[in-house]
């Protein structure tokens, strides 16, 4: 006997760019009841098209929740979708579950958790990672901040969208953990870029270095996604260099408002920066390299 | 029929240290009859009662060895045991093989290079990976530049201590590959700590960060060795911290020459300064941890 | 025959700090009736002494004032006094001038540029520099973005506290400025403190080196006043590390939405950040040189 | 009654580049018996016009020394003239003083030093700041290390080139304040160039900057120099950029070797790499703003 369909909570999902397309489906493949808001409501098509509901705002998206979910591009972005007009907060009942999937600051995911405690609402910042592949492929990790009771609650809707779930402490923890994995990311890269531009410059083909780092201690998934990129200068986007910069930049800023010296990716995020400031379309964070071969 | 002993190439060892007493012990197992000198002659005796001959002086091991190896801790350390009082380039024979593991500069391996083809040696720059375990294990990798077919004639010789080697370019190109794998581990290091030194000020344990970073595609068999070094604050040298503090200013003066600018490196190098600078044993380089935690 | 005092505007002043209490003053001094408020009303208690009427509010003292001026620590106080509970901004009459000497940023000072606008109130934002003791002389500098002439309408009440005033451009010229100024007094100070850990690390007095600096190309009046609490150690604030700290972040911020890649702005906000991070008093920037210096 | 010419000593100068030969020309002026010698002999032509005698190598000119001074571009270049054929060391007399105002490694001023004093020789490691125009002038500062007594002797001499000099400590100590006092003028240009960077950026031309700069506390006669040469992007070399990237690596160099970090001086030393490794034509050092404008 299978449990039906109707036994499910409502879920909503605000926020459907890369990674909230692929998680809107899984949520539908899953039998979960789906309502789902976009900026730009041409992006709910292939949602819509597989059963979810499209609601006129975030608010109304809000109102049908059980668990509400978002994942949109950066602070500003979940500020207005939250707090502007017909913003979603005003709209979540009291016991609902409101899990937020964007990478934004701890700061911000702590302010959101008392405004939602204060209208009855569970709050857990929910950064993934794992990318569009591990969106596509429902192999997300979470990683979660906030009450364990809650996510013990919300496990069921979190399993179908990804494979692992990490409970690291209160609300702002997943934030911050979610930061320092996207430095260490980001300077695998950029160490990496370092290395193919001085090896280059001393006439030795980077396939050489890639040869030598896969059967060497500094191996790494990322780099043997991110290698052939670099060796090829194509930056086609998969987690774009605009957010990670963005990322950078929330590590930095909460490192410096905890007294916490960063050199290295303070030095990094100077580096993406000055891609992101030149570079006219929408590039991978593995452009990095064009510092060195614009 | 098994190969007789006597048909193996006489080889000599200089510098017996956390790499060159597993390397000798390794080529004695395979039946290679060593010749080994060491600074300090101490070292030399657990080789010598494995069966290797101590020579009085670098000359003498060198006028020896059908293939000369040897494996010291610096660019001074290596000139002095080429080219210092009763130094080994005297005493090599026309026709000898010498391959360098130390980790030197691209310049001094060219420059060993052609002093030694003024003798009619043929030399290679062969610096390894795999650290001293990989020693102990036979499963170094060897770097190697200089000409291909001097390379298939001492393979034999490398397999006794290494399971893969690598032919990267005319002499100086094992170094400069050598040089750019060190940084690329010393950034994946360094980047650990600072993303274990931003969660732990914000009060989030470490091990939380570890537990996450090894279900993710940042996970690197390097960053599982150290990882709970860092952790514990435990750093009991496998890689020295001051080695690898000198393979980061050699890959910067490499940078520097070429006009290639390497903020990320340049920046780390620092950390692992000031670690170097307030240090009073030998620790790991996994000590730059002490940046944040002295 | 001299202007009555009463021909002269209403000024009011909110925030009384090293610098807001000078500049009150030196305007009281000039004979212009002051308003003030300070969130601690204790310390508006010299100015009230030497005439200056207490508000109860920000609102309260903006309602009085043909001519407002604030001067507070950071972002976030500007915008608790203007936009808060018995915010300043809404106090402002029609045709008012509103002129901000806080450090902030750009963005802010054009979003506060519109808000007044919509109100009929015209904004100057006119950042300072001087330090306290140009406060107290009354030798300010004022960097100013804005109509030019608001900053001529304005130029009677800055000539009771300042001795020049740049226009620099529209709105957010005179923050840019200012961020951009405080960039090179960091890093200037900064430049000297790496000198100093550098010359006594091998021995040599630090006071050597201030000998040569002072007969040299290298020389500025920044140093000649940082030079001496460097070498004593002394660093009685001045200009407070935290404010330094703060403006490098902001300068830091621009430069990343502007994609301007400042690579040794960023190492410098580093060590700033971890001094700021250990010290557990409140100190001058000159303090930078406990890095080295515990 | 003038001194007669013949009671002055004999000056050798080695090394006629853009501060050799007005250094040479100002002795002849004072009525020094001056001696040359330059790899490119042509150099030397105004010189001898003057009055000078060309010697045939470095050791021939040391031998007609009362005093030697050396003013070469780097430390291979002094290798090359002391202990080449032909070398300067060799033909020094016994009691004969020599000066090197080339700019150097402590550690290789230290090696002269004692190399030297084995011949009866006393050094004074001597370089200079100024760069061309107090050359020029005879307006140079000495940085001198070694003994006081030998200074005494040598004071009329540097007083024909110079119009000061500071004894800083032992051999090596005017090494040690020479790259201590070029990493602030690099850092003091660096931190203009970022700053500059940053207001053209937001659009905000650059004069405006350098006109409040220079009513502020962060003027230096370095940057009144250099400022108009950012802003009109003329880099016609006084000192050239890739000597002061070559002094920036000594500096880093040494503070590698005591184990001083310093972050903002190896952040500033990969831009001018940067710049170096792009430049096509030789440049002043003010070309770091080429990082930004290339």
């Known amino acids: 006997m299978t449990t039906p369909a109707s036994a499910k909570p409502n879920v909503s999902l605000i926020g459907l760019g890369l990674m909230g397309r692929p998680m809107g489906l899984n949520l539908l493949r899953a039998g979960f009841p789906l309502t789902v808001w976009n900026r730009t409501p041409e992006r709910a098509a292939s949602l819509v098209a597989a059963g979810a509901h499209l609601a006129a705002s975030p608010r109304e998206a809000a109102e049908s929740a059980r668990v509400l979910l978002t994942t ?14 017909q913003g979603a907060l005003a709209g979540l009942a009291r016991g609902a579950i409101y899990a937020d999937s964007s990478t934004v600051s701890p700061a911000l995911a702590r302010r959101i958790s008392a ?20 969106a596509e492929k429902g192999e997300l990790l979470f990683l979660v901040g906030g009450e364990a009771a809650t996510l013990t609650e919300i496990e069921p809707v979190l399993a179908a969208m990804g494979k ?22 980001a300077l695998q890269v950029g160490a ?5 531009a ?13 040869g030598v780092l896969q059967s060497s201690m500094a191996r790494a998934p990322v780099l043997d996604v991110k290698a052939p990129m670099l060796l090829k200068g194509d930056y086609t986007p998969s987690f774009p260099l605009r ?6 930049g ?17 030095a990094s995020r100077e580096i993406y920066n000055h891609v992101k400031g030149s570079a006219k379309e929408d590039l991978d964070y593995a452009a990095v390299m064009k510092f060195w071969k614009p």
């Open 72 to 85: 949109v591009s950066d602070p500003p972005a979940l500020e207005s979708v939250l707090y502007g007009p």
């Open 115 to 134: 405004d939602c405690a204060a209208r009855g609402v569970r709050f857990l910042d929910a950064p993934v990672t794992g990318g569009t592949w591990g």
């Open 164 to 185: 692992k779930w990490f409970h690291l402490g209160p609300n702002g923890a997943g934030q911050t953990i979610k930061l320092a994995m996207n430095m260490i990311l």
């Open 192 to 196: 990496l870029a370092e290395a193919l």
């Open 198 to 210: 001085l090896v280059t410059a001393a006439d030795i083909p980077g396939e050489k270095l890639v």
């Open 243 to 248: 957010l990670m910069h963005k990322d950078l």
């Open 250 to 266: 929330l590590a930095l800023d909460l490192a410096n408002q905890l007294g916490v010296a960063l050199p290295a990716t303070a």
